[in-house]
C-alpha cells in the first residue's frame, strides 16, 4: 500500500524559510518522479516542482529561484526547501508520485503552509 507522509508545513512570516518533507513506503522509491503540488484556497492544485529518479528537477516559474526539490532515494524521502517566503505561498502542499509504467499516480494528505505578511 502507497503511502505519502508530508511534514514541516506551518505559520512563517513573510520572508521566511521552510523545509518540507514526505517520507514515501510501499513504492520502489527511486523509480518515481516525485512532486510536490500546492492548492490554495479556491484555486486549482497547482505542480510547484518534480524531481526524476536520477535528479533532474523541473519548477514552475512562480517559485523559480525560491524552492528547491530534492530526494533521498536511501531514506524514500523528497524535500522542498522554499525561501524568501510570500503570502501568496500560502496553500496546502501535496506530496505526489508517478510511475507511468505501472500507471501510478499517489498523494499525501498535504501540509498547510501560511505565510503571514
Known amino acids: 500500500q502507497v503511502q505519502l507522509v508530508e511534514s514541516g508545513g506551518g505559520l512563517v512570516q513573510a520572508g521566511g524559510s521552510l523545509r518540507l518533507s514526505c517520507a514515501a513506503s510501499?513504492?520502489?522509491?527511486?523509480?518515481?518522479?516525485m512532486g510536490w503540488y500546492r492548492q490554495a484556497p479556491e484555486k486549482q492544485r497547482e505542480l510547484v516542482a518534480s524531481?526524476?529518479?536520477?535528479?533532474?528537477?523541473t519548477y514552475a516559474d512562480s517559485v523559480k529561484g525560491r524552492f528547491t526539490i530534492s530526494r533521498d532515494n536511501r531514506k524514500n524521502t523528497v524535500y522542498l526547501h522554499i525561501l524568501s517566503l510570500k503570502p501568496e505561498d500560502t496553500a496546502v502542499y501535496f506530496c505526489?508520485?508517478?510511475?507511468?509504467?505501472?500507471?501510478?499516480?499517489?498523494w499525501g494528505q498535504g501540509t498547510q503552509v501560511t505565510v503571514s505578511s
Open positions: 505526489n508520485a508517478k510511475r507511468a509504467l505501472i500507471n501510478r499516480n499517489a
Open positions: 510501499g513504492i520502489s522509491f527511486s523509480l518515481n518522479t
Open positions: 524531481i526524476t529518479g536520477d535528479g533532474t528537477t
